[in-house]
């Protein structure tokens, strides 16, 4: 048993805390879903720290090499060191007295919690343990079991879900908690843009009016990236960044503490977001356009099953593909639209740049088909390796830095 007291919001805090084993830890910080002990101090990494104990005592280990605590006036390195009743911790600026450091329970007694480790999860339990990713895996087979029989209800809901499962991946790089809620409103409004007039228009500008609609009858690679630079390139890039400009400027208009939740304010929430429409569009576009074409081409020739088939196999590469294709492009875009949130200055020069370098690599994915396979892998590493540079970059970047969960996957090491 160990008592903490520590004095914040004009208010004396006493915590006890109970490290009943060598194996288990307390963490220190000022993220709830990563700490047992949380702290509103802003100068409290969102994980800074954690007591564990042995046989010989309580001791404290440093988690955050950028802003460490001290102990007694000695600034913490990597060696953990040994608490005692009377110690004083510093996290930031918050100073924490160890009121009292009760023995620890032998590594051989047997507890409730290892007998059935259910009972004492807590909050590890729904946080540390990819509970919510667990779950809607397993609603989401539990639909595809529900929709067999039902071809095209079935192949929508395997894109939905591979789609979650591209994002999910992307939103875990750059560790940046979101609303799901508001993720979800960007996807369903690029949808929305999509079956709206405005797609119409953007055809009009992008493909008739500028040189969008060049390839149909060329196999050359210069036609093909020049017809899809402007066709496909210029015109979706921008209809899907269209929800992350409109949470740019709604954002200015929120206090601070929701502008950085709900909003635009750096190159992450741009990224995510970027993400987040790119889902919206590759499901439609593939449920909408590519599946049923190509269900009914193969149908005429072949038979229903086998075009069927074909179309899940369409399916399913292509949504995957995401990650490296929409996903990647958008993420990027994003990037830059973040960039300038952050750096509004600079926004005449990051946003141009960002859109016309996703531009070019989408462009340069749709006309690969002229060159061969080994072309659209090439391009498709290029695209992941842009999204991978600005997320770590972003990171960097991030004025949250010290709150990011991706970050604090890896411990100590920086991004």
Request: proline share 5%; net charge neutral.
């Amino acid at each position: 048993m160990i008592i903490l007291e520590w004095q914040e919001d004009n208010r004396t805090h006493r915590r006890q805390v109970d490290v009943v084993n060598p194996s288990q830890v307390i963490r220190l910080g000022r993220d709830p879903n990563l700490c047992d002990v949380v702290f509103n101090d802003p100068t409290v990494s969102g994980l800074q720290a954690e007591i564990a104990a042995d046989a010989q005592g309580a001791y404290l280990r440093c988690l955050r090499e950028s802003n460490p605590p001290w102990v007694d006036g000695q600034r913490l390195g990597s060696v953990p060191v040994p608490l005692k009743s009377g110690s004083v911790v510093r996290l930031g600026r918050t100073e924490i007295t160890v009121v009292t450091v009760g023995s620890v329970a032998p590594a051989a007694d047997l507890s409730l919690s290892q007998l059935i480790p259910v009972f004492g999860s807590g909050q590890a339990l729904a946080h540390k343990a990819h509970l919510v990713p667990a779950a809607v895996t397993v609603v989401g087979v539990i639909i595809l079991f529900s929709t067999i029989g039902n071809p095209t209800l079935f192949n929508a809901c395997l894109a939905f879900l591979l789609g979650i499962g591209g994002f999910y991946f992307i939103y875990q790089l750059c560790g940046k908690s979101k609303p799901w809620w508001a993720m979800g409103l960007v996807g369903l409004l690029t949808v929305m843009l999509l079956l709206s007039p405005v797609w119409n228009l953007f055809v009009l500008i992008f493909r008739e009016i500028l040189p969008g609609n060049l390839s149909e009858n060329s196999q050359s690679f210069v036609v093909q990236f020049i017809s899809h630079f402007f066709g496909a390139g210029l015109l979706e890039e921008l209809l899907k960044a269209l929800p992350i400009f409109l949470l740019w400027g709604l954002g200015l208009l929120l206090p601070h503490r929701l502008r950085s939740r709900i909003g635009v304010v750096e190159p992450l929430d741009g990224i995510i977001y970027g993400a987040a429409s790119a889902l919206g569009f590759t499901w439609l576009e593939t449920m909408g356009e590519y599946v049923p074409g190509i269900v009914e081409e193969v149908a005429q020739e072949a038979g229903t099953l086998a075009g069927e088939l074909v179309g899940l196999q369409l399916l399913i590469p292509r949504i995957l593909g995401s990650v490296a294709g929409h996903m990647a492009y958008s993420g990027y875009f994003g990037y830059g639209i973040g960039l300038a949130a952050l750096k509004p200055k600079y926004a005449w020069l990051v946003i141009p740049t960002a859109f016309f370098a996703s531009s070019v690599v989408h462009a340069l994915w749709n006309a690969s088909d002229t060159i061969g396979t080994w072309a659209a892998a090439v391009v498709g590493i290029l695209a992941y390796v842009m999204l991978s540079a600005a997320i770590l970059k972003a990171r960097q970047l991030s004025p949250n830095r010290d709150e990011n969960f991706a970050t604090g996957i890896v411990g100590k090491t920086r991004s």
